[in-house]
């Protein structure tokens, strides 16, 4: 069974940082490419970044250039997004999401920016 | 504001069927292919539709997508209370080099 776990979500400061994470199990990892996805409160979807299964292919949206970085760990397999100089409209949960459709979801991680 | 458009909401009887549609430009829906995911309120969102118009495994085939130019549209058949949900497309963004949603659409089954 595909299983995508996030974690790593917590309340923190607008100007700080955070580490999430991904975990797969259930299948391949290293062939398979990988977003971040997120959904503000009472909002629709919105896309974040993308990675390809050895990571030679990355994108990320506008809004995140400069201060998201995405990457993963194929031995570990693990997808991360470290998130610097957060500010509060990022607050939202951050689900990751295999594949070019994506065809799986992880359940979410809530990252909250608040003072 | 989101780059593919859908109506916010729409509603229909249980039994009846119901349309969503999605609408784009040339860079992303004339382009690229089309996914179509279900949210359940408090729930992760769960695809639908891939490649414009295929199922995945378990998806009933009451659920069924398609495309025109640069347009999509979901059709949803034999509406049942437990689709109740929103709804959204997504697709890749040529020009933007970004994946792309539209707004949602909120499905009520009356």
């Known amino acids: 069974e595909v299983q995508l776990v996030e974690s790593g979500g917590a309340l923190v400061q607008p100007g700080g940082s955070l580490r999430l994470s991904c975990a797969g199990s259930g299948f391949t990892f290293s062939n398979y490419d990988l977003n971040w996805v997120r959904q503000a409160p009472g909002k629709g979807l919105e896309w974040v970044s993308y990675?390809?299964?050895?990571?030679?292919?990355?994108h990320y949206a506008d809004f995140v250039k400069g201060r998201f970085t995405i990457s993963r760990d194929n031995a570990k397999n693990s997808l991360y997004l470290q998130m610097n100089s957060l500010r509060v409209d990022d607050t939202a949960i951050y689900y990751c999401a295999r594949g070019s459709a994506p065809y799986y979801w992880g359940q979410g991680t809530l990252v909250t920016v608040s003072s | 504001q989101s780059v593919l458009t859908q109506p916010p909401s729409v509603s229909a009887a249980p039994g009846q069927k119901v349309t969503i549609s999605c609408s784009g430009s040339?860079?992303?829906?004339?382009?690229?292919?089309v996914s179509w995911y279900q949210q359940l309120p408090g729930t992760a969102p769960k695809l639908l539709i891939f490649?414009?118009?295929k199922r995945p495994s378990g998806i009933p085939d009451r659920f069924s997508g398609s495309k025109s130019g640069t347009s999509a549209t979901l059709d949803i058949t034999g509406l049942q209370t437990g689709d109740e949900a929103d709804y959204y497309c997504g697709t890749w963004d040529s020009s933007l080099t970004a994946r792309v949603f539209g707004g949602g659409t909120k499905l009520t089954v009356l």
């Open positions: 040339s860079s992303n829906i004339g382009s690229g292919y």
């Open positions: 490649d414009d118009n």
């Open positions: 990675i390809s299964g050895r990571s030679s292919t990355i």
